[in-house]
């Protein structure tokens, strides 16, 4: 029996993001024809089943360019996202799949969770970095999180329905991806689905937990990281559920702990040899940075003067960098300079404090400045991609645009498919007064985010811009065509 798709009544302000992304996994589901596989293979192999894993990239890909768009809670701060990435890379490296390719985002939200959605494409909430007492532990999450993708679960959860209606798998991609972040969203997703269905898929995602958990601890272990990272984590949340009664931590609702589940975790570790592994400075720095967001200025700078002044610790580094941080945002500009100064004293050599050091000449006014300590900063981290942005908009705002659009062309050459120096190329190419560069660089910008239309409205308007050479407009006119007819190809498969 073929089942319309029928998305029931949500309340905004208890779903949030989940049902929105969900909804375009499902859609993005729908755009080509798949074969449903005959049954799901066995939990100890990864294959997929028969969806094709250049489809699972493109949902991926289409969820990840909806949350840069429309989800106010995407944490867009190249600091973070690089630390949180270089983390994640390093786990892939480990995995099962090195060769997968994987993209990691932070979303600014104080609960503690993580979610993996198709192709490859992981979330991360700032408030599990922040309560992770260790680089260990948060590396425990992010490679239980990658197992799930290597596995393929999501995908494999869908594959399991054999039915044939298309339709049908959309609503399961809905519930399945829907329970990978919230629970009561799932709920909520199978009123509109084949309820029997895909609670027995909901059923299964147990066992694809303690597959990831398994998958996860040898991933770990490979990285060169502490195995007992991963059990510790998970038993203190658990332990800190029970404080919680029917307000549980949203990992714990979304990825189900049993005590046997611990309990195998620590077993394993017990029989690994003991390995003390320190944290990186970067991932001190990095959780100093976003408590140093949490509350008010006024808050943030009491709760991490406090915690300095009674010692409560354990990276001083970490705690003044996000007092630092926290007075930045108070503009009160001589403490952030005095907390500067405590780090250098203590040591500390990463370009996150050279770029704080030249923010703080941002806020002040003194862009020239900003600008001398962005150079400074970029001949010893020439990749450090914080650095660049604001390098770029330090020259800009210094009034050298000329210097910007020499700068940007060079990174360019590394970086073609950042669609952030695209748009800083726009924002130069407009300070110069060269329109057909403008909306060429715009046009990138959108394309690269998977905006067709509105990349197709800036070529048209770089073709009337009435500054451009013939091979400029050559340029303008065949990249033009070729993103029709991307548009005519993804029209199609809609169809």
Not at 200 to 226: I, M, N, P, Y
């Amino acid at each position: 029996m073929k089942l319309a798709l029928r998305l029931p009544t949500f309340d905004p302000r208890r779903v949030r993001r989940g049902v929105f992304l969900t909804c375009l996994a499902a859609l993005c589901l729908g755009t080509q024809p798949l074969v449903l596989a005959d049954g799901l293979p066995d939990l100890g192999d990864s294959a997929q089943g028969d969806i094709p894993p250049q489809l699972e990239k493109k949902v991926g890909e289409s969820i990840l360019n909806e949350i840069r768009l429309r989800d106010p809670q995407y944490l867009d701060d190249p600091e973070v996202a690089a630390y949180v990435d270089q983390l994640g890379q390093r786990l892939v490296a480990a995995s099962a799949d090195p060769g997968y390719g994987f993209t990691f985002f932070v979303m600014k939200d104080a609960t503690i969770n993580a979610f993996a959605t198709f192709g490859g494409y992981v979330g991360v909430n700032s408030g599990l970095i922040t309560s992770a007492q260790s680089e260990s532990e948060l590396a425990g999450v992010l490679a239980h999180e990658i197992s799930h993708v290597t596995q393929h679960h999501l995908a494999r959860g869908i594959a399991k329905e054999k039915q044939n209606s298309m339709v049908s798998m959309a609503a399961m991609a809905l519930a399945l991806l829907a329970a990978s972040k919230n629970a009561d969203v799932a709920t909520a997703a199978i009123v509109g689905s084949q309820a029997a269905s895909v609670q027995s898929q909901l059923a299964f995602s147990r066992d694809f937990e303690r597959e990831a958990d398994r998958v996860g601890f040898q991933t770990l272990e490979k990285a060169g990281l502490d195995v007992r990272g991963m059990g510790d984590f998970f038993q203190r949340l658990q332990q800190a559920s029970r404080l919680y009664e029917n307000n549980a931590p949203a990992y714990m609702r979304t990825h189900p702990l049993t005590i046997e589940r611990i309990s195998d975790m620590q077993n394993r570790a017990q029989k690994t040899p003991y390995k003390q592994v320190p944290d990186s400075q970067d991932f001190h720095l990095v959780r100093g940075k976003l408590r140093a967001q949490l509350g008010t200025p006024k808050e943030a700078v009491a709760d991490l003067e406090h915690l300095l002044k009674e010692r409560k610790f354990a990276n001083e580094a970490g705690i003044r960098f996000g007092l630092a941080h926290a007075q930045l945002r108070a503009r009160n500009f001589p403490a952030v300079e005095q907390e500067i100064q405590a780090l250098r004293r203590l040591k500390v050599n990463s370009p996150m404090l050279e770029n704080l050091a030249a923010e703080v000449r941002t806020a002040q006014g003194d862009s020239a400045g900003a600008a001398a300590v962005f150079k400074a900063a970029l001949k010893n981290t020439p990749f450090a991609k914080a650095l660049m942005y604001g390098y770029v908009d330090a020259l800009l705002a210094d009034r050298r645009p000329a210097e910007a659009l020499a700068y940007l062309d060079a990174q360019m050459q590394l970086y073609s498919s950042d669609y952030k120096l695209w748009g800083l190329k726009a924002k130069v190419a407009s300070a110069l007064g060269r329109r057909l560069q403008q909306h060429q660089a715009l046009a990138e910008h959108y394309a690269l985010q998977g905006q067709l239309l509105p990349a197709i409205d800036q070529l048209q308007m770089a073709q009337r811009a009435g500054d451009g050479n013939f091979y400029e407009l050559s340029v303008v006119d065949a990249r033009l065509r070729q993103l029709r007819a991307q548009q005519e190809e993804e029209a199609r498969q809609r169809r």
